[in-house]
């Protein structure tokens, strides 16, 4: 199951977590996934066919809360947050002609 | 603490004085020290004025109001820059106060500033913060340990009497143990998340880190609580100090489990943690061997899964909302410009090896059975306290290292050995000093409990912290 990672795959993880690396960095973490991997091993050895996965360790149940209007922040506030904003909205570049 | 608030009380000292002490002490320490990364001197004198009128007029918002605080800059205080000790967020301030802040303000508390940790709470020696290692006041050429390190060594240096910190896998618990403080994880759920930058929801609590195990209980007395602001807060009571007493030691069970005394434990930590065992057993209590087996997957289960968690939690920085953009012509190469630019190493790292652990081909092999084997050593816990009332280990299986020393990722994430656990099982956990190896370096012992027994792990570790006084 478990084999060294090829450069192609951490450039493939980089673009799911949508960060930038450079060449030493790719090197970099094609190592340390395979350390962090090989280290895992006996993880995969352990017999956990007898039990669920667990979420949170403490049981909790959530209860929904009442559909009422509550207060929120000054949309003037929370927009002077972001780097850049026009006429009331965040502005963000050109998403239409990404490709995937 | 309480002969602060008595002080307070009959007037002989204002909170003024108290704030301007603490300021004294950090802008003398500090220099060498770095366990702040923002000061709010303006604020908490402020808050320090507002609170003394209070006092004269006779109406204390609690015993405390006056006595100020530090806070771990990964809590949210409304106005004053929380950066996480991440470049992204070098100027982000907060447009809310987290829920613990706000308890915090109810009682009166001014807060000092906000202190030094690993970058987004990833570490366990605050050398991966942006702003620069926090030095252990004992030793500075050591860590303070991490990822609270900032909070442990503030505390430690008299810079605040007491602080807050975040514990995900060991990170109050550790810095703790390195700089001679008290720290508690509480269980998951008792203390409010809202607020709180996220680093692996699962696992993240908020705690008190104090100088005396009655300073900690005080702290978390206004902490734990229900909030209807976080949706995995627990359905429980609020939190009483305990009343101090030693009778109830006779019919405590301490289970010592054997795994946690084996290889890699340094025997100078583990001298004064069977030291402090044999007090509590000449004073009536009853040790018992146990056995934590699954402890042996505990770090590699804890990094699967706060990996992923992390990976996820961290998706939110894009540069859209706040923080750090680098501009680009279109919106997925700004995103990943200025995550590239933002994060730091290690971040990156834990980033990576989360999207690895939860992509499509992988989620079943690492995630799922990670998530799996966390209920064997949940149940595996669980199951001890069958038997025992606590269980008594060593904090950490070394006394603080030097600043560089470890260098492997993995070396570093071995810190959470022994306090890995409590997070993966949310069971509250304890960090007391219990002694000092050659160098004087602080050694401390950790003292686990069920879920919500919080109560019994203060009184242990007042019994355990009088008898390493002595």
Known sequence: MLRLIDRQEVIRMARLARLELSEAEVEQYQADLTNFLTSGKKLQKVDVSAVEGTSHA??????LRKDEVGSSLPREEVLSAGPETVDGFFKVPRIVEEQE | MRNLAHLLETRQVSSREIVEHYLGEIKQQEPDLNAFITVDDVGALAQADAADMRRSQGNPLSPWDGIPIAVKDNISTKGLKTTCASRFLSNYKPLFDASVVRSLRDAGM?????????????????????????????DRTRVSGGSSGGS???????????????????????????????????????????????????????????RTVEDAAILFSLLAGPDPKDATSADARNFEVPFWDDQFVKDLKIGVPEEFFGEGLHPDVEKAVRRSLRTLEGQGATLVPISLATNDYAIDTYLTLVTAEASSSLARYDGVRYGERVHAADSNTMFSKSRAAGFGPEVKRRIMLGTYVLSASHYEAYYEQAQRVRTLIKLDVLDAFKQVDVIITPTTPTTAFTIGAKRNPLEMYLSDLFTAMANLSGIPALS?????????????????????REELLFKVGYVVERSAAR
């Open chain 1, 58 to 63: 403490v049981s909790i149940t959530h209860e």
């Open chain 2, 110 to 138: 001014p807060i000092l500033g906000k202190t030094n940790l690993d970058e987004f709470a990833m570490g366990s020696s605050t050398e991966y913060s942006a702003y620069g290692v926090a030095r252990n006041p004992h």
């Open chain 2, 152 to 210: 442990a060594a503030a505390v430690a240096a008299g810079e605040a009497p007491w602080s807050l910190g975040t514990d995900t896998g060991g990170s109050i618990r550790q810095p703790a143990s390195f700089c001679g403080v008290v720290g508690l994880k509480p269980t998951y759920g008792w203390v409010s998340r809202y607020g709180v930058v996220a680093l692996a929801p699962s696992l993240d609590q908020v705690g008190p880190m104090a």
């Open chain 2, 432 to 452: 007391v000093p219990c002694g000092t190896d050659p160098k004087g370096l602080p050694i401390g012992l950790q003292i686990m409990g069920s879920h919500f």
